[in-house]
């Protein structure tokens, strides 16, 4: 399977718990992003990194939220003391360089802060 | 005023029949447009990708933009009760935007 794959697929956690989700791309996508979506609404950008570098990041990520992707393959999204306000389900894209607006969807981790 | 605006449906359609959808967005300066299709508790799945006036068709998708109106719309030929999905519109801004805005997106039913 050459698709975006994420880690885990559900996580339910205690509020005031720190949670950690991984995202591997697809192979030759340099390209990394990550959404939030919750129910009834479409899918909200948090962040953005081109091979290795963090390029933008949404005025929606607090500072309790931190992602990485080291050596510019997988990306690890890191959520620290979690509201009920983050329970979600978190999204990874990724894109090819030649077609770098094309965004290809992982299956999510559905987060739930109890 | 959302940036991108879909009608949330839901849309209900006879199987067979075409099926369309419809989305305003508020910047003008926006480069790129996409539609997604999202099954119930499943991740979206890119369908189209359009980036000039005009129709863009693959098998029984057609996607039309018209930038002057800021209105990009999806129409699905033949439908199946397996499109019965939502359908994402999401727009690229400006030059140098990476990101994508999305609408909420439409729930359509194909009835058989």
């Known amino acids: 399977d050459t698709g975006v794959s994420q880690n885990p697929r559900h996580k339910i956690t205690k509020r005031g718990q720190n949670v950690t989700f991984r995202c591997d791309p697809i192979?030759?996508?340099?390209?990394l992003y990550w959404y939030r979506q919750t129910l009834g609404q479409g899918p909200e950008f948090l962040t953005y990194?081109?091979?290795?570098?963090?390029?933008?990041k949404s005025r929606l990520l607090s500072d309790r939220f931190s992602a990485e992707r080291p050596k510019g393959s997988f990306s690890t999204l890191e959520i620290q003391r979690t509201e009920q306000g983050d329970s979600a389900m978190y999204l990874c894209?990724?894109?090819?360089?030649?077609?770098?607006?094309?965004?290809?969807f992982g299956p999510g981790t559905r987060l739930t802060v109890t | 005023q959302k940036e991108v605006e879909q009608n949330s449906g839901p849309l209900s359609v006879p199987e067979g029949a075409i099926a369309s959808l419809n989305c305003t967005y508020s910047?003008?300066?926006?480069?790129?447009f996409f539609w997604y299709r999202q099954y119930s508790g499943k991740s979206p799945e890119l369908i189209m990708s359009?980036?000039?006036?005009g129709d863009k068709e693959d098998g029984r998708f057609t996607a039309q933009l018209n930038k002057a109106s800021q209105y990009v719309s999806l129409l699905i030929r033949d439908s199946q009760p397996s499109d019965s999905a939502t359908y994402l519109c999401?727009?690229?801004?400006?030059?140098?935007?990476?990101?994508?805005?999305f609408g909420q997106g439409t729930r359509l039913t194909i009835n058989p």
């Open positions: 894209a990724s894109s090819y360089p030649r077609a770098p607006y094309e965004q290809y």
């Open positions: 192979s030759e996508h340099n390209r």
């Open positions: 990194f081109q091979n290795e570098a963090q390029l933008e």
């Open positions: 910047d003008r300066g926006s480069q790129s």
């Open positions: 359009i980036y000039s006036n």
């Open positions: 999401a727009v690229r801004g400006n030059q140098g935007a990476q990101k994508l805005v």
